[in-house]
């Protein structure tokens, strides 16, 4: 079944001596990582030590000529493989843009990775499928990054994800070569470094019946032990040797865990997020400033390494405190300020609670009160508004961020602390302009829960306690209110539409262009009922029972859609224009 399984660097996969290439089978699906997997891939490699290992791909060898190209067919891994290319095209043109800053060595490099992405031909090293223009979008970023590769441009390319990629680990760059204080050509031959270096396990088999099945048996697979495990069964072997009873150890460490409910990635979050917090007070561990995935283990092998009993009370103290932060501990009747925390956590705010845990675990010795927590929290709650829809600053950059703020407020207390952490963040944060801008655009595929959050604060701004309903109710784990595209999103528009958009050119250039941007947005129940339908059907439509469930369910944010008999690009540009307003006005920060 298996003809080989070997273990790669990407720079020998992708080797400018060889003459293999990748192919993506056209039946596999359009290429759909979106911006959280790019900036996790951009952050593992930003971080690593050594060689970070990207995982497994499936190949199968087509190849009809070896004098031509040695062919294999990607059967999975599509999504990595083109996401990596994109990421050395985004390094290529860095480079190439700062050639006459490069040395010898940096033109080599350059000269090098060309050959890896592009052979002698024109012939490309990874060859996406055809579905959504992924090959034609492709080929059109290569040329863009001054590749000897020819193409053509593409109606709205620069709204798909293939272009969106690329310039994201544009800017990615030129954010780490800003944060590190670092020229463009350091940061970008540091990426490239670590990119090739990073380690992918290429398994060759022998027919597509014997892919089906490994890939199956690949993802039906044991759990495998965490750093968490790793790191509890380090403290029970240590505690035997330290005097601490061995059963109180492990009573301490599940007290801690309960504290931080049953979600693996609060557990590993917290603890990484304990050393960041209290890394000022805590044993030095070299070559460790900032707690990562990868130097957890190292970390806590070190800080356990000493008085137990009280390191296991400091981090049960703080993992209370943290489940707080986290909505894990549910109170009976919330305070302001657990409504406060718990809208930062809808807005994806965790890397804040680095700063949030330690404000609370030092509230009485630095003079904060529950006000003054509250306004932390809303500014923190605007700041990541923002960040998750401009994507500034990376995601790489948070923790240390939040590092240096902790560090800037020893000595202050409460309104000071609050007044320092405005500036801090205003600092690094896009400008109104900027917000505004990015609200302008396809927000739905920067960020749609970001986006469903915002929605929902503007619907329940306009709400009174006779008109209250909870927008953030599940039923079966989903929730019952989600965003409504009001231009439908999907293809085989109705008539009704097409006639309603100018034609179909007309209609299918709208959807293209504008059924993600913010103004053809909005919040419904039962979204799966609308679907495709048309525009007045949408605004009128009811439930059984005759309960409005379309544009006229009575939330203020669908005021404007009821009165409509129409729906088109003028109304959407209308729309986006006044509620990125409301936004940028209930988002503030300052």
């Known amino acids: 079944m298996i003809k080989s399984a070997n273990q790669y660097p990407v720079h020998a996969l992708f080797s400018m001596e060889s003459n293999i290439v990748y192919r993506i089978p056209r039946y596999q699906r359009e290429y759909s990582w979106q911006k959280a997997q790019w900036e996790d891939l951009f952050q593992d490699l930003v971080e690593a030590e050594g060689a970070h290992f ?229 044993p030095e561990v070299p070559n460790a400033q900032v707690a990562t995935k990868s130097k957890l283990i190292r970390i806590y092998e070190k800080l356990l390494d000493g008085d137990i009993r009280a390191r296991m009370e400091a981090l049960v103290d703080a993992s209370a405190v943290y489940g707080r932060i986290t909505c894990v501990t549910e109170l009976d009747g919330p305070t302001p300020l657990d409504i406060a925390f718990r809208q930062l956590m809808r807005a994806q705010g965790a890397p804040s609670y680095i700063l949030v845990m330690w404000l609370l675990a030092k509230r009485q010795e630095l003079a904060v009160s529950d006000a003054h927590l509250i306004s932390v929290v809303r500014l923190l709650t605007s700041f990541f508004v923002r960040r998750n829809l401009t994507g500034y600053p990376q995601t790489y950059a948070l923790p240390k961020l939040f590092m240096t703020i902790v560090e800037k407020l020893g000595g ?45 604060a503007l619907a329940e701004d306009s709400m009174t306690k006779e008109t209250w309903r909870d927008l953030w109710v599940q039923e079966k784990g989903h929730y019952t209110f989600t965003i409504e595209h009001v231009l439908p999103q999907g293809k085989n528009l109705p008539s009704a539409w097409v006639q309603m958009l100018g034609g179909p050119e007309a209609a299918a250039a709208a959807q293209e262009a504008h059924a993600h941007r913010l103004g053809n947005l909005t919040i419904t129940a039962y979204n799966s009922t609308l679907g495709n339908k048309s525009f007045l059907e949408k605004r009128d439509r009811k439930d059984a029972r005759g309960r409005d469930i379309g544009y006229r369910n009575g939330l203020a944010l669908n005021a404007g859609l009821a009165t409509k008999d129409s729906w088109t690009v003028d109304d959407i540009d209308a729309r986006t224009h006044d509620l990125a307003s409301k936004v940028i006005a209930r988002f503030p920060l300052g």
């Open 54 to 282: 990207l995982g497994t791909i499936i190949t199968l060898n087509q190849t009809k000529d070896a004098v031509d190209s040695t062919v294999l067919e990607l059967i999975d891994g599509q999504q990595r493989a083109t996401t990596l290319t994109l990421l050395l095209a985004a390094i290529y043109s860095v480079l190439r843009e700062h050639e006459k800053e490069l040395d010898g060595n940096g033109q080599f490099a350059m000269i090098s990775l060309g050959k890896r992405l592009v052979l002698d031909g024109g012939r490309l090293r990874v060859t996406p499928q055809t579905q959504g223009k992924n090959l034609d979008d492709y080929r059109r970023v290569l040329t863009l990054a001054g590749l000897d590769v020819d193409s053509q441009q593409q109606a709205y390319f620069k709204a798909r994800k293939v272009y969106k990629c690329y310039q994201y680990f544009r800017s990615a760059i030129g954010e780490l070569a800003e944060s590190e204080s670092v020229s463009p050509v350091d940061a970008a031959r540091r990426v490239l470094n670590t990119t090739q270096q990073a380690i992918l396990v290429k398994i060759e088999v022998e027919s597509h019946a014997d892919a089906f099945v490994l890939f199956e048996s690949l993802n039906n697979r044991g759990m495998a032990l965490t750093p968490v495990d790793l790191i509890k069964n380090h403290l029970l072997a240590a505690s035997a040797g330290d005097g601490l009873d061995v059963d109180d150890a492990f009573k301490m460490w599940n007290e801690m865990l309960t504290n931080l409910g049953d979600a693996y990635a609060i557990q590993e979050r917290f603890l990484r997020h304990y050393y960041n917090a209290f890394k000022a007070e805590l």
């Open 412 to 456: 202050m207390t409460g309104d000071d602390i609050v007044s320092r952490i405005a500036r801090d963040l205003v600092a690094v944060s896009s400008s109104d302009a900027e917000f505004r801008d990015r609200l302008g655009g396809p927000v739905y595929d920067e960020n749609s829960d970001v986006v469903r959050f915002i929605l929902v």
